[in-house]
């Protein structure tokens, strides 16, 4: 089993930007797909973005495309969310999850088994 802990959230002005770090515990991490998911008060855990276990293929969900970058350095066991142009509709908290099957790479969230405890990310206008 893989443990998740994420940080780097805060509290930021519109425009500015953040990145968020995911530890993770496991002998296997370069073996899965890593993926973040924010959850807003009241609204559902969306997908945010996703990385194959040796990098080289990413995923981004259309509303933070271009403003956001997933990457892993499988030598730190760690996975980042760099956040560009950070928009108060970002405010949510962030959650690294990683995928439930050896290198296997898609974007549901029924999909990813390990979660980390999140990390706030609060944009005020």
């Known amino acids: 089993q893989v443990q998740l802990v994420e940080s780097g959230g805060g509290l930021v002005q519109a425009g500015g930007s953040l990145r968020l770090s995911c530890a993770a515990s496991?002998?296997?991490?370069?073996?899965?797909?890593m993926g973040w998911f924010r959850q807003a008060p009241g609204k559902e855990r969306e997908f945010v973005a996703a990385?194959?276990?040796?990098?080289?293929?990413?995923a981004i969900a259309d509303s933070v495309k271009g403003r956001f970058t997933i990457s892993r350095d499988n030598a730190k066991n760690t996975v980042y969310l760099l956040m560009n142009n950070l928009k108060p509709e970002d405010t949510a908290r962030y959650y690294c999850a990683a995928h439930r099957r050896l290198r296997v790479f898609t974007t549901i969230l029924a999909d990813f088994g390990s979660w980390g405890q999140g990390t706030q990310v609060t944009v005020s206008s």
């Open positions: 990385i194959t276990w040796g990098g080289l293929t990413t």
């Open positions: 496991g002998r296997t991490f370069s073996s899965y797909a």
